[in-house]
Each structure stands twice: as C-alpha cells, then as structure tokens.
C-alpha cells in the first residue's frame, strides 16, 4: 500500500528565505507526482506535476524535483512572500487505463512571517 | 470561465437524511472524481469515473453513492448508512490519462 508522508507537518520560515518542502512514498512505481497548495476553507490549487520520466519541473519561484529511486519529492520555494502561507500537499499517482489510485500526502503548512 | 462548480459552498443536514452534493466542470475533462478531507488527514477517495454512465468505488465508498450521466456533472449522494458524515467535500477533474488534476472549491457538509 502506497503511503505519503510529508515532513514537517509546519513550517514558519523569515519572508524573503528560499525553503524546501518534502515529499516522501514508499511504493516507487508511481506514475506522476503532483503538488497542490490549499488556503484555509478552499479547494486545492494545482502548482506543478511532474511526469514519472521527469527529474524536475519548474514554475515562476517554484521547482518541485522527483527522484522515483529514493522514493522522494521536493518542493522549492524562492524568495518567499507573505502569500505563500498556505498548506501544500504532494499526491502520487499510479495509473493504468481502467485503474488509478491517488494517494495525498497530510500536507505542510507553510507560515511566511513579514 | 473555465472550471470546477460545487454547491452549495456549506450544507447542514440532521442525520438520518440524504444529501446530494453538486459538482460541475466545463473543462471538457474526461475524469471526475470526490473526496473528502478531515482535520489532521490527507484527502481520502471516495468515487472516482473515468468516463460517462462509469465509475469506480476508491477506497472510502461505503455510504456514498454517485452517477455520471453527463460528462459535465458528478453528483454525489450522502446517505444515511455514512457513520460520520461531517466533512470537507472536495470534486476533481481530469482531461485523461494521468494528466494534471483540478479541484472544486469545496463542499463543507455538518450533519448533527
């Protein structure tokens, strides 16, 4: 069984630090990874997905790398901003036609303090 | 506008009743799918359809039932044999395959 842990579960980190979130699965043969943010009471965002062939992918201050082997997943955040407080969660997903399985992490939230 | 609907944003229910919960997307997706989200727990799969007039139960389906009829719709029905149904609601959706997946922006269901 697939389990996805992301450690830790908060973080405050001095607007304007660059941090790393991390994303952690047991089961390797996933077929991609997909990170998400969620403000309090709302739905997720989607930030980046990265295919299972893919090492990184990259989007504006973020960059979220994959290393299937190791079984891990980071999330980079540049130059961080009061707004990127919110709680951020990695789901890994095993797909085949007629099967799929998503399994989310817990999430980490992320406090950026002024 | 594209994009994923859900309503009613909050929903209150005695318990005992049956509660149909709305989700809709103009994005053209093939695949929709629920799930519900509790305090201190990831995102837990209730039903998931990867085509019209199909689904298939995920891996907390007791007490949920669900049909897609339409390619734009996926209801969802809370029913009475649902022990704690109290929870954060959340509808997705995705073009196909293993593409990137979309998320309503919730449902927020009491029952008492």
């Known amino acids: 069984k697939q389990e996805v842990t992301q450690i830790p579960a908060a973080l405050s980190v001095p607007e304007g630090e660059n941090l790393v979130l991390n994303c952690s699965f047991t089961?390797?043969?996933?077929?991609?990874l997909q990170w998400f943010r969620q403000d309090p009471g709302k739905g997720l965002t989607s930030l980046l997905l990265?295919?299972?062939?893919?090492r990184e992918q990259t989007s504006g201050r973020l960059n979220a790398s994959l290393d299937k082997s190791s079984g891990r997943s980071t999330l980079y955040i540049a130059a961080s901003q009061p707004g990127d407080s919110a709680t951020y969660l990695c789901a890994v997903i095993l797909w085949s036609i007629g099967n799929e399985k998503l399994t989310f992490g817990t999430g980490t939230r992320l406090t950026i303090i002024p | 506008d594209g994009g994923i609907t859900q309503s009613p944003k909050y929903l209150f229910r005695k318990e005992g009743q049956n509660v149909t919960l709305s989700c809709e997307q103009n994005?053209?997706?093939?695949?929709m799918y629920w799930y519900r989200q509790d305090p201190g727990q990831g995102l837990r799969l209730i039903y998931y359809s990867q085509i019209v007039n199909d689904f298939q139960k995920g891996d907390i389906a007791e007490g949920y039932s669900v049909s897609r009829e339409k390619k734009e719709s996926f209801p969802l029905t809370v029913t009475s044999a649902q022990k704690n149904p109290t929870a954060f609601y959340l509808c997705?959706?995705?073009?196909?395959?293993?593409?990137?997946?979309?998320f309503g922006p919730g449902t927020r269901l009491t029952v008492t």
């Open positions: 994005l053209n997706h093939d695949a």
């Open positions: 990265i295919q299972s062939s893919q």
């Open positions: 997705a959706s995705r073009l196909g395959g293993a593409a990137e997946q979309y």
């Open positions: 089961d390797s043969a996933i077929y991609n």
